[in-house]
């Protein structure tokens, strides 16, 4: 139960949500207004270190995609996928070829069951007024339905091509331990041709939804792609002028450590926040969609960019619409490789990956012995780098939402945090929300 407070006392109040749920992580949201103003933002993360980068030094190189994976269970193949691609550049191999393609395949697949997962389990009942999916499903059961089976497609190519849906083990430096057959590629063929159709009408529910007008002027960085819409390569670009090779990355962006949280703040060195994901990767690589896919974004309302964080949620629909499309390619262009990776010798070296988790670019880097041993590890996730750009945004929102009752000003702060989908274990399960008005404490209770 939330407690409640008179807006007309003239005194300040705070606001505090103890736990949100459909995120994933823990975190909490401080906020503090005083005559009307916005006092203070600070979403807090308050998860203990996780110490993957410390407890991998020492370990054979071969070992970095199945650890890293184990950072999160929604997007796995993120983390292999830059491990692998900076363990690889560290020790002067390349993968090309019907390998390359499996792993943009594979992480079709990712693409495909986080963000469905997003759009309706977790961030559409916000938009139909549902506490949880399970009760907006009682309303609306074949909509969730069908996100659930256009989900399952994708976990079936992670599970194909990584040995199982959570945490593959089947993906390794230099490619993977065993690749499919055409055969059973065209058995998962047959199932994405009606996802199609799926992915079509997630875009079309989505576009109706009711978005508040929330327009930002954002630094998007995402990777860029001279011929694809971007998965594991390209270099580092965004819409106000940035535009760098990945080894390059700690010239750009600096991670800070801020006192309410446990999980690191990224920024552009000397001029602040920024944006990866969707409407990063939208905005900076809207040329690299197919024709259908950009069609789809135009009837569904959406421009060459996306500056409101609310619509996100149509953008993700339509990368969800690109990576079906995209699997299908790979798939009718499939031939078996003559071996399931490339052979790799051991030597010193550094190496730089940076692959587009669904959040958002992800950055590896690494230093490795003569034997292959890592000796030093530097991961930046998605979220992390989102910190600082959801902190101002909320700023901004909470400031122009100031009439609200504590209980919508509540609601719609989670919803706000929701639009970046933010898997704060990476960098949660639940975020709280605290609001100080005026003196008053406002604090909702789990």
Known sequence: ??????????????????YMARVEGESGLDITILNDRVEDVKLRIFEPPRFFEGFMRGRKFADAPDITARICGICPVAYQMSSAHAMEQALGVSV???????????YCGEWIESHVLHVYLLHTPDFLGYQDAMSMAKDYPDVVEKGLRLKKTGNEIVQLLGGREIHPINVKVGGFY?????????????????????????IEFTSRLDFPDFRQDYEFISLRHKEEYPFNEGRLVSNKGLDFDIAHFDEYIVEEHV????????????????LVGPMARYHNCYDKLSDD??????????????????????????ETYRAVEEAIR??????????????????AGVGYGC???PRGILYHRYELDDEGLIKDAVIV??????????????????????????DDLQWKCEQAVRNYDPCISCSCHFLKVKIDRDGEIYENRP
């Open 1 to 18: 139960m939330a407690d409640k407070t008179d807006n007309s006392s003239g005194k300040s109040r705070t606001i505090k949500v103890d």
């Open 355 to 357: 692959t587009e988790a």
């Open 330 to 347: 790979i798939i009718d262009a499939y031939e078996m490789p003559g071996q399931p990776s490339v052979d790799i010798e051991p030597r």
């Open 178 to 202: 065993k690749v499919p057959t055409k055969q059973e590629l065209g058995k998962l063929r047959d199932k994405l041709e009606p996802c199609l159709d799926l992915a079509r009408e997630m």
């Open 293 to 318: 896919a950009r069609a789809l974004a135009t009837a569904a309302g959406l421009g060459k960019t996306c500056d409101n964080p609310f619509q996100s949620i149509v953008v993700r629909a339509v």
């Open 381 to 406: 996730p998605p979220t992390s780098q989102n910190q600082g750009r959801m902190e101002a945004d909320l700023r901004s929102f909470v400031a122009g939402n100031l009439g609200l009752t504590n």
């Open 96 to 106: 090309g070829g019907p390998l390359r393609e499996l792993r943009r395949l594979i």
């Open 259 to 274: 006192p309410h949280s446990t999980s690191l703040h990224a920024n552009v060195r000397t001029r602040g926040s920024y």
